[in-house]
Protein backbone atom coordinates (compact mmCIF):
# COMPACT_ATOMS: atom_id res chain seq x y z
CA UNK A 1 0.00 0.00 0.00
CA UNK A 2 1.27 3.13 -0.94
CA UNK A 3 0.92 5.94 1.91
CA UNK A 4 3.16 8.82 0.40
CA UNK A 5 0.68 11.71 -0.54
CA UNK A 6 -0.12 11.85 -4.15
CA UNK A 7 -0.22 14.71 -6.04
CA UNK A 8 -4.24 14.77 -6.31
CA UNK A 9 -3.97 15.16 -2.57
CA UNK A 10 -1.16 17.62 -2.41
CA UNK A 11 -3.01 19.87 -4.56
CA UNK A 12 -6.21 19.88 -2.89
CA UNK A 13 -4.71 20.64 0.28
CA UNK A 14 -2.91 23.59 -1.20
CA UNK A 15 -6.35 24.93 -2.98
CA UNK A 16 -7.96 24.41 0.80
CA UNK A 17 -5.05 26.73 2.34
CA UNK A 18 -5.78 29.05 -0.12
CA UNK A 19 -9.43 29.11 -0.07
CA UNK A 20 -9.36 29.60 3.58
CA UNK A 21 -6.26 32.45 3.30
CA UNK A 22 -8.87 33.94 0.64
CA UNK A 23 -11.32 33.48 3.16
CA UNK A 24 -9.60 35.46 6.71
CA UNK A 25 -8.11 38.11 4.36
CA UNK A 26 -11.63 38.89 3.48
CA UNK A 27 -13.06 38.97 6.81
CA UNK A 28 -9.98 40.71 8.09
CA UNK A 29 -10.30 43.31 5.33
CA UNK A 30 -13.76 43.75 5.87
CA UNK A 31 -13.71 47.07 8.50
CA UNK A 32 -11.25 48.94 5.89
CA UNK A 33 -13.53 48.27 3.02
CA UNK A 34 -16.30 49.57 4.76
CA UNK A 35 -14.92 52.41 6.23
CA UNK A 36 -12.99 53.13 2.93
CA UNK A 37 -16.50 52.71 1.21
CA UNK A 38 -18.00 55.06 3.28
CA UNK A 39 -15.83 57.71 3.89
CA UNK A 40 -15.25 58.05 0.11
CA UNK A 41 -19.08 58.25 -0.80
CA UNK A 42 -18.78 60.69 2.20
CA UNK A 43 -16.24 62.43 0.22
CA UNK A 44 -17.78 62.60 -3.07
CA UNK A 45 -20.52 64.51 -1.79
CA UNK A 46 -18.65 66.83 0.48
CA UNK A 47 -20.22 69.69 -0.62
CA UNK A 48 -23.61 68.32 -0.44
CA UNK A 49 -23.41 67.56 3.08
CA UNK A 50 -21.71 70.93 3.55
CA UNK A 51 -18.93 68.77 5.44
CA UNK A 52 -16.16 71.68 4.41
CA UNK A 53 -18.74 73.48 6.91
CA UNK A 54 -18.86 71.64 9.48
CA UNK A 55 -16.22 71.61 12.44
CA UNK A 56 -15.52 69.50 15.27
CA UNK A 57 -13.51 70.65 18.12
CA UNK A 58 -12.22 67.65 20.57
CA UNK A 59 -9.49 68.32 22.38
CA UNK A 60 -8.23 64.93 22.01
CA UNK A 61 -8.65 65.66 18.14
CA UNK A 62 -7.09 68.90 18.36
CA UNK A 63 -4.11 68.03 19.90
CA UNK A 64 -3.40 64.97 17.26
CA UNK A 65 -3.47 68.00 14.86
CA UNK A 66 -0.69 69.75 17.20
CA UNK A 67 -3.39 72.57 17.92
CA UNK A 68 -1.78 72.43 21.77
CA UNK A 69 -2.90 75.69 23.42
CA UNK A 70 0.98 77.03 24.53
CA UNK A 71 1.07 78.72 27.83
CA UNK A 72 0.44 82.18 28.17
CA UNK A 73 3.73 84.15 28.03
CA UNK A 74 2.33 87.54 29.40
CA UNK A 75 -1.01 88.90 30.39
CA UNK A 76 -2.05 92.72 31.25
CA UNK A 77 -5.01 94.06 32.21
CA UNK A 78 -6.23 97.69 32.68
CA UNK A 79 -10.21 99.21 33.09
CA UNK A 80 -11.84 95.65 32.52
CA UNK A 81 -9.69 94.88 29.06
CA UNK A 82 -6.94 91.87 29.51
CA UNK A 83 -4.16 91.57 26.91
CA UNK A 84 -2.79 88.30 26.12
CA UNK A 85 0.08 86.81 24.24
CA UNK A 86 -0.49 83.38 23.74
CA UNK A 87 2.15 81.57 21.47
CA UNK A 88 2.35 84.82 19.20
CA UNK A 89 -0.75 85.55 18.80
CA UNK A 90 -2.32 88.37 20.45
CA UNK A 91 -5.45 88.22 22.30
CA UNK A 92 -8.12 90.71 23.67
CA UNK A 93 -10.51 90.08 26.24
CA UNK A 94 -10.60 86.50 24.79
CA UNK A 95 -10.42 86.82 21.55
CA UNK A 96 -7.86 86.91 18.73
CA UNK A 97 -7.36 90.45 17.08
CA UNK A 98 -5.27 88.76 14.12
CA UNK A 99 -1.82 90.60 15.15
CA UNK A 100 1.53 88.38 15.59
CA UNK A 101 3.89 89.33 18.23
CA UNK A 102 6.92 88.24 20.02
CA UNK A 103 6.46 89.98 23.39
CA UNK A 104 3.70 92.03 25.28
CA UNK A 105 4.67 94.83 26.98
CA UNK A 106 1.08 96.03 28.47
CA UNK A 107 -2.04 97.18 27.77
CA UNK A 108 -3.46 100.70 28.97
CA UNK A 109 -6.75 102.51 28.34
CA UNK A 110 -6.00 106.06 26.87
CA UNK A 111 -9.63 107.67 26.47
CA UNK A 112 -11.70 105.85 24.11
CA UNK A 113 -8.59 103.66 23.00
CA UNK A 114 -6.42 100.91 23.98
CA UNK A 115 -2.68 100.94 23.73
CA UNK A 116 -1.07 97.31 23.73
CA UNK A 117 2.59 97.57 23.10
CA UNK A 118 4.28 94.64 21.39
CA UNK A 119 7.74 94.29 20.83
CA UNK A 120 8.52 97.47 18.40
CA UNK A 121 4.93 98.01 17.88
CA UNK A 122 1.73 99.83 19.39
CA UNK A 123 -1.29 99.12 18.64
CA UNK A 124 -4.05 101.13 18.82
CA UNK A 125 -7.63 99.18 18.94
CA UNK A 126 -11.29 100.61 20.02
CA UNK A 127 -13.08 98.56 23.19
CA UNK A 128 -14.41 95.79 20.92
CA UNK A 129 -11.06 95.10 20.10
CA UNK A 130 -11.09 96.84 15.85
CA UNK A 131 -7.76 98.09 14.86
CA UNK A 132 -7.29 101.41 14.67
CA UNK A 133 -4.04 101.32 14.07
CA UNK A 134 -0.77 99.36 14.03
CA UNK A 135 2.56 101.76 14.79
CA UNK A 136 5.59 100.69 13.88
CA UNK A 137 8.46 102.19 15.92
CA UNK A 138 11.28 100.17 14.58
CA UNK A 139 13.05 102.96 13.92
CA UNK A 140 12.82 105.37 16.10
CA UNK A 141 13.31 103.51 19.48
CA UNK A 142 17.06 102.28 20.26
CA UNK A 143 15.41 98.94 21.79
CA UNK A 144 12.21 96.94 22.49
CA UNK A 145 9.29 98.65 23.68
CA UNK A 146 9.63 97.45 28.07
CA UNK A 147 6.62 98.85 29.38
CA UNK A 148 3.20 100.62 27.98
CA UNK A 149 0.71 102.95 30.12
CA UNK A 150 -0.43 106.50 30.34
CA UNK A 151 0.49 109.94 31.43
CA UNK A 152 -2.92 112.13 32.00
CA UNK A 153 -4.69 111.84 28.54
CA UNK A 154 -1.73 110.65 26.41
CA UNK A 155 -0.22 106.96 25.89
CA UNK A 156 3.38 106.76 27.24
CA UNK A 157 5.70 103.62 26.35
CA UNK A 158 9.53 103.03 27.51
CA UNK A 159 12.27 101.49 25.81
CA UNK A 160 16.11 100.87 26.69
CA UNK A 161 15.31 103.53 30.03
CA UNK A 162 14.00 106.35 27.70
CA UNK A 163 10.15 107.33 28.29
CA UNK A 164 7.97 108.58 25.54
CA UNK A 165 4.45 110.35 25.57
CA UNK A 166 2.09 110.68 22.57
CA UNK A 167 0.33 113.72 21.17
CA UNK A 168 -3.70 113.84 22.27
CA UNK A 169 -4.83 111.52 18.84
CA UNK A 170 -1.89 108.85 19.73
CA UNK A 171 -0.45 109.99 16.00
CA UNK A 172 3.15 109.92 17.07
CA UNK A 173 5.47 110.11 20.51
CA UNK A 174 7.82 112.15 21.65
CA UNK A 175 10.80 111.66 24.70
CA UNK A 176 9.43 112.87 27.98
CA UNK A 177 11.26 112.69 30.94
CA UNK A 178 8.66 113.86 33.61
CA UNK A 179 7.00 110.24 34.38
CA UNK A 180 6.36 110.65 37.86
CA UNK A 181 2.75 110.82 36.96
CA UNK A 182 2.85 108.02 34.82
CA UNK A 183 0.60 104.53 34.93
CA UNK A 184 2.74 101.59 33.71
CA UNK A 185 0.98 98.41 32.77
CA UNK A 186 1.76 95.65 35.17
CA UNK A 187 1.65 91.75 34.32
CA UNK A 188 -0.63 89.98 36.30
CA UNK A 189 -2.33 85.96 35.56
CA UNK A 190 -5.35 85.75 33.97
CA UNK A 191 -8.29 83.78 35.99
CA UNK A 192 -9.13 80.27 35.26
CA UNK A 193 -12.32 81.55 33.38
CA UNK A 194 -10.16 83.75 30.73
CA UNK A 195 -7.94 81.06 30.27
CA UNK A 196 -10.85 78.54 29.23
CA UNK A 197 -11.70 81.67 26.80
CA UNK A 198 -8.26 81.79 26.04
CA UNK A 199 -7.73 78.33 25.29
CA UNK A 200 -11.07 77.99 23.03
CA UNK A 201 -10.38 81.06 20.95
CA UNK A 202 -7.06 79.22 20.48
CA UNK A 203 -8.03 76.47 18.72
CA UNK A 204 -11.37 78.76 17.11
CA UNK A 205 -13.46 76.20 15.19
CA UNK A 206 -11.42 72.75 15.15
CA UNK A 207 -11.20 71.08 11.89
CA UNK A 208 -13.54 70.50 8.97
CA UNK A 209 -14.89 67.55 8.61
CA UNK A 210 -14.14 67.28 5.31
CA UNK A 211 -10.34 67.58 6.51
CA UNK A 212 -11.00 64.79 9.12
CA UNK A 213 -12.29 62.89 6.63
CA UNK A 214 -9.93 63.34 4.18
CA UNK A 215 -6.84 62.30 6.80
CA UNK A 216 -8.94 59.15 7.92
CA UNK A 217 -9.40 58.03 4.85
CA UNK A 218 -5.68 58.42 3.62
CA UNK A 219 -4.48 57.48 6.78
CA UNK A 220 -2.72 60.85 7.74
CA UNK A 221 -4.48 61.00 11.04
CA UNK A 222 -2.01 58.59 12.65
CA UNK A 223 0.91 59.96 11.32
CA UNK A 224 3.87 59.09 8.35
CA UNK A 225 3.08 55.40 8.60
CA UNK A 226 -1.39 55.77 8.12
CA UNK A 227 -0.32 56.06 4.78
CA UNK A 228 2.35 53.20 4.59
CA UNK A 229 -1.33 51.14 6.06
CA UNK A 230 -3.36 52.48 3.42
CA UNK A 231 -0.91 51.28 1.23
CA UNK A 232 -0.56 47.75 2.17
CA UNK A 233 -4.40 47.48 2.88
CA UNK A 234 -4.86 48.80 -0.94
CA UNK A 235 -2.15 46.33 -2.07
CA UNK A 236 -3.92 43.49 0.11
CA UNK A 237 -7.20 44.10 -1.71
CA UNK A 238 -5.30 43.58 -5.08
CA UNK A 239 -3.76 40.09 -3.92
CA UNK A 240 -7.36 39.05 -2.66
CA UNK A 241 -9.04 40.16 -6.05
CA UNK A 242 -6.75 37.98 -7.67
CA UNK A 243 -7.09 35.29 -5.05
CA UNK A 244 -11.14 35.50 -5.72
CA UNK A 245 -10.30 35.27 -9.69
CA UNK A 246 -8.09 32.25 -9.50
CA UNK A 247 -10.41 30.31 -7.17
CA UNK A 248 -13.73 31.62 -9.20
CA UNK A 249 -11.67 29.83 -12.31
CA UNK A 250 -10.44 26.44 -10.65
CA UNK A 251 -14.52 26.01 -9.52
CA UNK A 252 -15.39 26.83 -12.88
CA UNK A 253 -13.01 24.28 -14.25
CA UNK A 254 -14.12 21.93 -11.62
CA UNK A 255 -17.87 22.27 -13.11
CA UNK B 1 43.40 66.42 -12.46
CA UNK B 2 43.46 65.93 -8.65
CA UNK B 3 43.41 69.82 -7.62
CA UNK B 4 40.79 70.88 -10.30
CA UNK B 5 38.06 68.34 -8.90
CA UNK B 6 38.85 69.70 -5.18
CA UNK B 7 38.59 72.56 -6.70
CA UNK B 8 35.49 71.70 -8.10
CA UNK B 9 34.37 69.93 -5.02
CA UNK B 10 34.88 73.22 -2.97
CA UNK B 11 33.38 75.30 -5.61
CA UNK B 12 29.78 73.21 -5.34
CA UNK B 13 30.39 72.71 -1.59
CA UNK B 14 30.50 77.03 -1.80
CA UNK B 15 27.72 77.06 -4.01
CA UNK B 16 25.51 74.49 -1.49
CA UNK B 17 26.02 76.59 1.84
CA UNK B 18 26.34 79.95 0.24
CA UNK B 19 23.14 82.22 0.96
CA UNK B 20 20.57 82.94 -1.12
CA UNK B 21 21.35 86.34 -2.80
CA UNK B 22 18.27 87.58 -1.35
CA UNK B 23 15.89 86.77 1.32
CA UNK B 24 12.80 87.49 3.53
CA UNK B 25 13.90 90.60 6.21
CA UNK B 26 13.70 94.03 7.27
CA UNK B 27 15.67 95.58 3.98
CA UNK B 28 14.68 99.23 4.71
CA UNK B 29 13.56 101.12 7.88
CA UNK B 30 10.93 103.65 7.80
CA UNK B 31 12.67 106.44 8.15
CA UNK B 32 15.55 105.75 5.84
CA UNK B 33 12.32 105.65 2.92
CA UNK B 34 11.32 108.63 4.24
CA UNK B 35 14.21 110.73 3.88
CA UNK B 36 14.91 109.14 0.56
CA UNK B 37 11.52 110.41 -0.50
CA UNK B 38 12.13 113.76 0.82
CA UNK B 39 15.93 114.56 1.07
CA UNK B 40 15.31 117.93 2.10
CA UNK B 41 13.42 117.62 4.94
CA UNK B 42 10.47 115.07 6.11
CA UNK B 43 6.94 116.29 6.80
CA UNK B 44 5.02 116.01 10.02
CA UNK B 45 3.29 112.47 9.84
CA UNK B 46 -0.13 113.24 8.96
CA UNK B 47 -3.11 110.50 10.09
CA UNK B 48 -5.96 109.54 7.47
CA UNK B 49 -9.23 108.08 8.65
CA UNK B 50 -10.17 105.51 6.26
CA UNK B 51 -13.75 105.42 5.99
CA UNK B 52 -17.22 105.87 3.70
CA UNK B 53 -16.23 106.03 -0.42
CA UNK B 54 -12.32 106.00 0.50
CA UNK B 55 -12.71 102.61 2.49
CA UNK B 56 -15.25 101.36 0.31
CA UNK B 57 -12.88 102.17 -2.91
CA UNK B 58 -10.01 100.79 -0.88
CA UNK B 59 -11.64 97.62 -0.07
CA UNK B 60 -12.66 97.39 -3.57
CA UNK B 61 -9.17 97.53 -4.46
CA UNK B 62 -8.08 95.13 -1.72
CA UNK B 63 -10.40 92.45 -2.65
CA UNK B 64 -10.91 92.22 1.13
CA UNK B 65 -11.53 94.25 4.40
CA UNK B 66 -8.62 96.72 4.79
CA UNK B 67 -8.13 96.18 8.91
CA UNK B 68 -6.68 99.15 10.26
CA UNK B 69 -9.35 102.54 10.59
CA UNK B 70 -6.61 104.63 9.80
CA UNK B 71 -3.13 105.27 8.45
CA UNK B 72 -0.84 106.93 8.50
CA UNK B 73 1.12 109.44 5.91
CA UNK B 74 4.01 112.13 5.07
CA UNK B 75 2.83 114.62 2.86
CA UNK B 76 4.80 118.08 1.55
CA UNK B 77 1.82 119.83 -0.60
CA UNK B 78 2.88 117.90 -3.44
CA UNK B 79 4.40 114.43 -2.86
CA UNK B 80 2.72 112.11 -0.69
CA UNK B 81 4.52 108.80 0.95
CA UNK B 82 2.51 105.85 2.24
CA UNK B 83 3.89 102.90 4.02
CA UNK B 84 1.09 99.99 3.89
CA UNK B 85 1.12 96.58 4.89
CA UNK B 86 -0.34 93.74 2.34
CA UNK B 87 -0.43 90.20 3.18
CA UNK B 88 0.90 88.26 0.09
CA UNK B 89 0.30 84.45 1.38
CA UNK B 90 -0.09 84.70 4.87
CA UNK B 91 1.97 86.96 6.45
CA UNK B 92 2.52 90.96 5.13
CA UNK B 93 5.01 92.35 3.25
CA UNK B 94 5.52 96.34 4.45
CA UNK B 95 5.60 98.11 1.65
CA UNK B 96 7.03 102.10 0.87
CA UNK B 97 4.94 103.79 -1.87
CA UNK B 98 5.68 107.82 -3.01
CA UNK B 99 3.04 109.53 -5.03
CA UNK B 100 3.72 112.87 -6.71
CA UNK B 101 1.02 114.39 -9.20
CA UNK B 102 -1.16 111.12 -9.16
CA UNK B 103 1.64 109.07 -10.33
CA UNK B 104 3.74 106.65 -8.69
CA UNK B 105 7.24 108.08 -8.08
CA UNK B 106 8.67 105.17 -6.60
CA UNK B 107 8.17 101.87 -4.57
CA UNK B 108 10.13 99.91 -2.29
CA UNK B 109 9.55 96.90 -0.24
CA UNK B 110 10.68 97.61 3.38
CA UNK B 111 9.76 94.14 4.87
CA UNK B 112 9.35 91.28 3.66
CA UNK B 113 8.61 88.40 6.20
CA UNK B 114 7.29 84.53 3.70
CA UNK B 115 9.82 82.47 2.97
CA UNK B 116 8.93 82.94 -0.79
CA UNK B 117 8.25 85.59 -2.98
CA UNK B 118 10.76 87.82 -1.72
CA UNK B 119 11.86 89.04 -5.53
CA UNK B 120 9.52 91.46 -5.69
CA UNK B 121 11.92 93.57 -3.90
CA UNK B 122 14.19 94.06 -7.25
CA UNK B 123 14.01 97.07 -8.78
CA UNK B 124 13.41 95.00 -12.06
CA UNK B 125 10.44 94.83 -10.61
CA UNK B 126 9.32 97.65 -8.53
CA UNK B 127 10.45 99.61 -11.27
CA UNK B 128 7.86 98.60 -13.27
CA UNK B 129 5.17 100.81 -10.65
CA UNK B 130 7.68 103.97 -11.73
CA UNK B 131 4.68 106.79 -13.47
CA UNK B 132 2.07 104.34 -13.52
CA UNK B 133 -1.62 106.44 -12.42
CA UNK B 134 -4.64 105.06 -11.90
CA UNK B 135 -7.17 103.91 -14.93
CA UNK B 136 -10.68 103.20 -15.02
CA UNK B 137 -11.90 100.60 -12.03
CA UNK B 138 -9.32 102.17 -10.06
CA UNK B 139 -6.46 99.40 -11.80
CA UNK B 140 -3.09 100.74 -13.26
CA UNK B 141 -3.03 102.60 -16.40
CA UNK B 142 -0.38 99.74 -17.60
CA UNK B 143 0.38 96.28 -17.38
CA UNK B 144 2.58 94.91 -14.40
CA UNK B 145 4.70 91.46 -15.38
CA UNK B 146 4.87 89.03 -13.18
CA UNK B 147 7.38 86.95 -11.50
CA UNK B 148 7.34 82.97 -11.47
CA UNK B 149 6.74 81.70 -8.07
CA UNK B 150 5.98 85.06 -6.80
CA UNK B 151 2.55 85.43 -7.61
CA UNK B 152 0.62 86.28 -4.75
CA UNK B 153 3.74 88.97 -3.43
CA UNK B 154 3.54 90.77 -7.10
CA UNK B 155 -0.48 90.87 -6.53
CA UNK B 156 0.21 92.43 -3.08
CA UNK B 157 2.19 94.73 -4.49
CA UNK B 158 0.25 95.88 -6.94
CA UNK B 159 -3.02 96.37 -4.72
CA UNK B 160 -0.66 98.37 -2.15
CA UNK B 161 0.34 100.86 -5.28
CA UNK B 162 -3.21 101.25 -6.22
CA UNK B 163 -4.64 101.97 -2.83
CA UNK B 164 -1.61 104.33 -2.36
CA UNK B 165 -2.69 106.28 -5.17
CA UNK B 166 -6.64 106.51 -4.40
CA UNK B 167 -4.89 107.61 -0.87
CA UNK B 168 -3.12 110.74 -2.51
CA UNK B 169 -6.16 111.37 -4.63
CA UNK B 170 -8.22 111.68 -1.47
CA UNK B 171 -5.52 113.86 0.36
CA UNK B 172 -4.46 115.65 -2.46
CA UNK B 173 -8.38 116.45 -3.07
CA UNK B 174 -9.05 117.25 0.09
CA UNK B 175 -6.11 119.72 1.14
Known amino acids: MNTSPTPTNGNNRARRWFRRGHRWAGLSLVVFILFLSISGIALNHSGGFELDRRYVNWSWLLDAYGLQVPNFSASFEDSGHRATLLGERLFLDGRDIGQMESVLAGIATVGSLLVIGGEQTIYLLTADGELVEAIDFGSELDGPIEKVGRIGDRAAVQSSGRSYRSDPGIAVFEAWDDVSAAYWSIATPPDAAEVAALETAWRGRGVTVERLLLDLHSGRIIGRTGPLLMDFVAAFLIVLSLSGLILSKVRNRRK | MLNRMALSVLFITGLAFAGPAGEAGRYVETDEYLSSVFPAEVPAVKILWVAGDLREGVERTLGHRFAALRVRYWFDGARSAWVLDEIGKELPITIGVSVSGGAIQNVRVLEFRESRGWEVRYPFFTDQFVDARLGPNERLDRR????????????????????????????????
Open chain 2, 144 to 175: IDGITGATMSVDAVTRIARIALLMHEHVANSD
